[in-house]
């Protein structure tokens, strides 16, 4: 694909040479990295689910208490889409870089599991995952992996919680919810100490993520962008970088 502002050789080896000379390195990734994946993104204009459908319908507590069966549905139609996709060239790469410096970090606000597919192991999910449920009233932390697959393929019915009776939800942080304290708090010390931080496919508009990449400008690390578009990001950093993550990341780490 073609930008008009296109990323020049000599943008790509700069990176490159930033790639060889960090040994603390964090990522910052969002929807723009699964999109090339097939999963939909959720601001793009056409595309994007925030175009078809309004955030206080589906993805807030007050949502699912007045309709859980519609958000319910949302939900199974998400994991249905990213059981049928696979990580793409953009996630491997990302792995593939893990393995080869000291310190690696990767922090997603994707609840999708393809990171985790590609097989990256240092890795928060700070918006929760898809495809892990919980108890609505909150009486357990509801995830065992032998009845996971069945209690999610419900689409119709909301399940309930074994030991309760209340409804069990998605594991995912909604608008309103706090992020999980450990995992929030691990992002931004990998941020303070990285030596080169990269943003990945995100819009960076939604806190506090999007303060994780501000604390390591402040923090003096290298920050990088990688997205087909603008974003508020773009004048902050030191190298903005316009192409998509799957052509963009095995370029820049020299695995094309
Ligand atoms: P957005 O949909 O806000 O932004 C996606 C970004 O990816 C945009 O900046 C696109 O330009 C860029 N993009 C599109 N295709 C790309 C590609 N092939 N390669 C690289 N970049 C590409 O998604 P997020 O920033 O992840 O939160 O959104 C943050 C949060 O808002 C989400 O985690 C979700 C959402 O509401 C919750 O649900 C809590």
């Given at each position: 694909?073609?930008?008009?502002?296109?990323?020049?050789?000599?943008?790509?080896?700069?990176?490159?040479?930033?790639?060889?000379?960090?040994?603390?390195?964090?990522v910052?990734?969002?929807?723009?990295?699964?999109?090339?994946?097939?999963?939909?993104?959720?601001?793009?204009?056409?595309?994007?689910?925030?175009?078809?459908?309004?955030?206080e319908?589906?993805?807030?507590?007050?949502a699912?208490?007045?309709?859980?069966?519609?958000?319910w549905?949302?939900?199974?139609?998400?994991?249905?889409?990213v059981?049928?996709?696979?990580?793409?060239?953009?996630?491997?790469?990302?792995?593939?870089?893990?393995?080869?410096?000291?310190s690696?970090?990767?922090?997603?606000?994707?609840?999708?599991?393809?990171?985790a597919?590609?097989?990256?192991?240092?890795?928060?999910e700070?918006?929760?995952?898809?495809?892990?449920?919980?108890?609505?009233?909150?009486?357990?932390?509801?995830?065992?992996?032998?009845?996971?697959?069945?209690?999610?393929?419900?689409?119709?019915?909301?399940?309930?919680?074994?030991?309760?009776?209340?409804?069990?939800?998605?594991?995912?942080?909604?608008?309103?919810?706090?992020?999980?304290?450990a995992?929030i708090?691990?992002?931004f010390?990998?941020a303070?100490q990285a030596?080169?931080?990269?943003?990945?496919?995100?819009?960076?508009?939604?806190?506090p993520?999007?303060?994780?990449?501000?604390?390591?400008?402040?923090?003096?690390?290298?920050?990088?962008?990688?997205?087909p578009?603008?974003?508020?990001?773009?004048?902050?950093?030191?190298?903005?970088?316009?192409?998509?993550?799957?052509?963009?990341?095995?370029?820049?780490?020299g695995?094309d």
């Amino acid at each position: 694909m073609q930008y008009p502002d296109a990323t020049t050789n000599q943008q790509i080896k700069r990176m490159q040479q930033l790639v060889q000379e960090s040994a603390r390195v964090a990522v910052l990734t969002g929807a723009g990295i699964s999109a090339e994946s097939g999963i939909p993104t959720f601001r793009d204009a056409q595309t994007g689910y925030w175009s078809r459908f309004r955030p206080e319908d589906l993805a807030t507590e007050e949502a699912f208490r007045r309709d859980p069966e519609t958000v319910w549905r949302w939900y199974a139609e998400r994991r249905a889409a990213v059981h049928a996709a696979a990580p793409n060239a953009g996630h491997i790469a990302l792995s593939r870089w893990e393995a080869r410096v000291p310190s690696f970090t990767l922090i997603t606000q994707n609840v999708d599991g393809l990171h985790a597919r590609a097989g990256s192991k240092n890795l928060i999910e700070i918006h929760g995952n898809i495809l892990r449920v919980r108890c609505f009233a909150r009486c357990v932390s509801y995830s065992r992996r032998d009845e996971i697959e069945v209690i999610t393929s419900a689409a119709d019915t909301v399940p309930r919680c074994p030991e309760c009776g209340d409804y069990l939800r998605p594991d995912v942080v909604w608008f309103g919810e706090n992020l999980p304290e450990a995992g929030i708090a691990r992002a931004f010390t990998a941020a303070e100490q990285a030596d080169l931080f990269l943003c990945v496919g995100t819009s960076a508009v939604v806190y506090p993520a999007a303060m994780v990449p501000q604390t390591a400008l402040e923090s003096g690390a290298t920050v990088v962008e990688i997205n087909p578009e603008e974003t508020p990001l773009s004048t902050l950093v030191h190298l903005s970088l316009r192409g998509t993550a799957a052509d963009l990341l095995p370029q820049v780490l020299g695995l094309d």
